[in-house]
């Protein structure tokens, strides 16, 4: 069965194009001109992602990220303006999954696609297996991250960073091999700046103090590790 993809942007031409090519790809693919009803529909409908754009007229795509994200964990890709790292920052945080700057090559977008339905396609496939650090509960077979078994609030590519972590404890992960080990690619500088928000939401998740991490230690120069604790230690 073809996976369902929802776009969500006012540029007609754009959004056609947009059509013509992923559905010669082999998606479904369905289009809103605008945040209302893409908004509407992303919460109604059974999508496997949402390209969402973050300039609309009404609500923007902002807005939209939030609504959804409040409500489901259908990965969202979003459209932002080129340069503007604030707008890309903000998607961030607010749940999104990735981001791609316009203007962009369609492959790009098919790649970014590809590499996060891959990672949600994947999760299905994989054999329970849990990860215990005192409060801290990692399931993989749920995708599901409990703090004093209250379930943390994170995005599918928040939760893949911090079980890549996790599984790797005690070892230093680079910026390179993160991006390598989740598929981010080479395509522009700015994924090691979304690198160190999604980590700045996965502390604020998961820590007591997220300014002092407990879990997820940074390795000044070198990149993140996650630090277990040890026995008798509290956590």
């Known amino acids: 069965m073809a996976e369902h993809i929802l776009l969500v942007d006012d ?4 959004a056609e194009m947009l059509l013509v090519y ?5 998606f479904e693919a369905s289009h809103r001109a605008n945040g209302k009803d893409g ?4 919460l109604t409908g059974r999508f496997d992602a949402v390209i969402l754009d973050v300039m609309m007229p009404g609500i923007d795509g902002f807005e939209v990220c939030r609504q959804v994200r409040a409500h489901s964990q259908v990965p969202i890709l979003m459209l932002t303006a080129r340069g503007d ?14 981001y ?5 090559n369609p492959r790009e977008l098919l790649a970014r696609l590809t590499a996060v339905l891959r990672r949600t396609r994947g999760s299905a496939k994989t054999e329970g297996t849990v990860l215990r650090f005192g409060r801290l509960v990692i399931d993989k077979d749920a995708r599901a991250v409990l703090v004093n078994d209250q379930r943390a609030d994170l995005t599918g590519r928040q939760f893949d960073l911090l079980w890549l972590l996790a599984e790797r404890a005690g ?6 091999q993160i991006m390598e080990a989740l598929g981010a690619g080479d395509f522009d500088s700015s994924v090691d700046r979304s690198i160190d928000v999604h980590i700045s939401r996965i502390r604020s998740a ?3 103090d997220p300014k002092q991490p407990r879990f997820v230690q940074t390795v000044r120069g070198a990149g993140y590790v996650f630090s277990p604790p040890r026995r008798g230690e509290p956590t």
């Open 85 to 98: 790292d604030l707008d890309r920052i903000v998607g961030l945080e607010l749940g999104a999954d990735d």
């Open 206 to 208: 998961i820590e007591e």
């Open 11 to 14: 540029d007609e031409r754009l």
């Open 100 to 104: 791609l700057p316009k203007p962009f």
């Open 171 to 176: 070892r230093v992960q680079s910026r390179e």
């Open 39 to 42: 908004l509407a529909a992303a």
């Open 22 to 26: 992923l559905r010669g790809r082999g």
